[in-house]
């Protein structure tokens, strides 16, 4: 037999064996599948800011699209970044801020290499959706302005914008919206290790400073 | 050849292919021990700085989770759902994994089966080898630990470098895991500190003990490794079989590293990490990080499917691993051990594991899940087995099942597997007897707390020297005397499980 078949079978027999006397329950869906706040509200927007501040990442606020490239030139400036790279088809308007530093474009068919993107400071992206329950900014590869996965990872400091329309209160309302046929990346903070003493300290091996620029 | 009777088909103990649940085979990986508990905890416990160590570290760790627990207040519907959900996975586990093995490999994926650590193993560095690496980086995964995959590779010339900052300590200090989560979470700062300055070439001699400092050098030891790494070897958190995307959950980005920079990824997984759906996932990405690191979300969640071409690794391998989780799976109770999503809140919250720490349970799953998944994964051979007194590493306080996620139902189990030790022996003692009956009482009257009050079973195990009930060997497991090296007087008026509440567990 070959090990598919025979790790197979004997599953098939212990399930069999083992099953309970009462056919198992259907799955109790009362947990709350959304949140408080209606998505893109002011206030999914404020406890998105709170939580994303609490794991001592930066959150810039401002109203509209048109202010995301003076926000993001702000980030910039405070890092003190000289070398970029984003997703080539992150939108222009954004990009007003970058000034004269140097861009690197990077795109699934012209991918920078590795050292490359070991060699810049600063990654600027867009976002699929965040949760503001738990203060997370999800990713999703080749997505309009979200790039590669590489791309949000060697860089030491990531630029993220997030548009207050993907913004929803829960964790369910966000899955809900994902395709999982994308690669996706989760990211609550900056890089953290609890390993020593359990203790928090931010800033292992993925980006060590997070901005996250909120529109809306 | 043998079997084990446990009431149902047979389980059997050895490899050969019959197509029946199978225990793990004895003398491979690392789920047993070569001393008892009792004699392992007794040396564990004189190490005073051991002691130290774990007190604080999982004194922070409870009141980070009951922390963010208490801000959920669908929490206790979030738990109902999370355990009637892997109920579900465990009564459909194969048609699910077939499933599984559909979508990976529609996308691109590989899928392999093994049903044992060594097959594991073997697996893993024949794909290896297949792409001409002399090493790998590693992302923390209790299924390779389970198998011994480090060292198996090691004997192929194939070098492991683990990437997890705990893992990394464990690592580089020549030591082995103590914890689910963390596994260096028997060294604090000052250890730690030395182990790198001995063990990290160009680390500056100038390090301090700040963790912040620690965890830079961990990261400049490290960077180059992940720049330039073509194979990856990582454990998976969840497998979604209807969509085949695999979740890995993490917190410093030495995954991501992992999952993303080299061109072959290979995956071993243990066959009961599924669930259903995508949307599943909803339930586990709440349960999980708050019970495990106490965190509302942890730092970085990855997902992916397959392969995608133009990001990531471009071959992807996932190895689907028995490694006698049919055996624990043929048992109805029992099943319900698989549910357990490695959170580790039971080991956080258990009087008994904060003493003794995780080397004295001999398997990489210590703790309360440790004490019943251990001999359930490889059955208990006889009373010299060192797995036989995993079982009674427990007060049966219950603090494991009110932290459980899933809602596994710890202490009962553990009453089962005392069961199932005592008939592993030919001549039962007098303290075998009291066991199996309160065993009989404490399944058949349902929920152990009810159980407890009611038999006054509190005071049975204390036994004559009214010692507290922690830790009732029988007779014929003990080879030492646990009473003789702890101090912890048994409360006549109230149960364990309440002066762990009143006390927070003493010292
Ligand atoms: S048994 Fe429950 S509490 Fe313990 S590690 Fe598993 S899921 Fe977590």
New binding site residues.
Partial sequence: MSAREEVLARLRAARDAGAPREAPAPVPRTYRRTGAHAPGSPAVLDLLTERVEDYRARVLRVATDGEVAAAVARCLAEAGSQRLVVPADLPAPWRAGFGGRSVLEDSALAPASVEQLDGVDTVVTASAVAVAETGTVVLAAGAPGQGRRALSLVPDHHVCVVRGEGVVASVPEGLARLDPGAPLTFVSGPSATSDIELDRVEGVHGPRRLDVVLVG | MSTTDLGMPAVRDDSRDTGLPTHSPAGQGHLRGTTSFPRAARTELADTQLRRNLGKATGIIRAKRAGVVAELEDWEDLRLAGSAIKADVMARLPELLEQLEENVTARGGTVHWARDAEEANRIVTELVRATGADEVVKVKSMATQETGLNEALEAAGIAAWETDLAELIVQLGHDTPSH??VPAIHRNRSEIREIFLREMPDVDPALSDDPRALAMAARAHLRRKFLSARVAVSGANFAVADTGTLAVVESEGNGRMCLTLPRTLITLMGVEKLVPTWSDLEVFLQ??PR??TGERMNPYTSTWTGVTPGDGPQEFHLVLLDNGRSAVLADPDGRA?L?????????N?CPVYERVGGHAYGSVYP???GAV?TPMLTGISGADDPNASLPYASSLCGA?FD??????D?PNLLVQQRAASVESHTRPTAQDLAMKAAAVAMTSAGRFRAAEKGLGLGRLLAGREGRITSLPWPASVVASHWTGARDVPAPPAETARQWWERTGGGA
Wanted: hydrophobic share 50%; aromatic share 0%.
């Fill in positions: 689910i989560l349960l999980l019970s495990s051990a549910h357990c999503i490695r959170c580790s809140a039971c080991l919250v703790g309360p899940i998944l494991c932290a459980c996620p899933v809602r596994i710890i």
